[in-house]
């Protein structure tokens, strides 16, 4: 398989102000959230990054998608540098955080117009992939409705068209299926497995432990900022399931669960 993504000991720390002190209960003034992270994705493969909060699991991808600057290392994605070259990989990939927010005044048809023109995405191209897609996710009765006045299932499957307006071929979404309902969850999970069909490369972010088992082909373990392990989940569950697997690792690198 061809590697698509190759991440080099990326490191990322925050400082704190006092408020942030506070209210985390810490005298440190600053916070390592990514430490000397590394791993790769292949061609065609669903890549996990499984933690839990505050993990460093939405600071890493944010990092890969150049929305914020690393300390330190590096990462190519499809032969682009995110420190020497952050618009080429912002042209390759396709970003989703459930933190995004969409303009509410307009609607999910001028949105996917105009994020398409910026992308230089053909009309006709265009045209034909908003039709797939707008179907698929059920957006085409709420094509002309104002962002303000769609429900938060119908915004965040706006958000995943917008997101992949240019067909790229490496995804990163940030926690893909956080606070939607199960009907809703259950078509961005499905799509997700017809993109690995197409061949796209995917990363995502998650504490949900059927979602990694159910869509990705491996998994990284990542607590507090560090790689604990990297494998295969047919490796990681021969003989326990993901979740009682996770817990073992991590206590036996942070402690006891609490």
Known sequence: MQELINVKSLSKSFKLSTKQQKLQNTKEKVIHAVSDLSFSAYEGEVFGLLGPNGAGKTTTLRMLATLIKADSGDAILDGASITTEPENVRAKIGFLTSELK???FFTPNYLYDF??????????????????IFEKFGIDKFAEVKVANLSTGMKQKTSLAISLVHNPEIIIFDEPTNGLDVLTARVVTDYLLDLRKEGKTIIISTHIFSLVEKICDRVGIIINGKMIVCDTIAALT???????RFFDIYAETVGDVI
């Not at 994020?115 to 797939?132: C, I, M, N």
């Not at 021969?238 to 009682?244: A, I, T």
Request: charged share 45%; net charge negative; aromatic share 8%.
């Open 115 to 132: 994020f398409a023109e910026l992308h230089g995405v053909p009309a006709s191209e265009r045209d034909t992939r908003k039709t797939y």
């Open 238 to 244: 021969v003989e326990k399931s993901l979740e009682d």
């Open 102 to 104: 969409l303009e509410e």
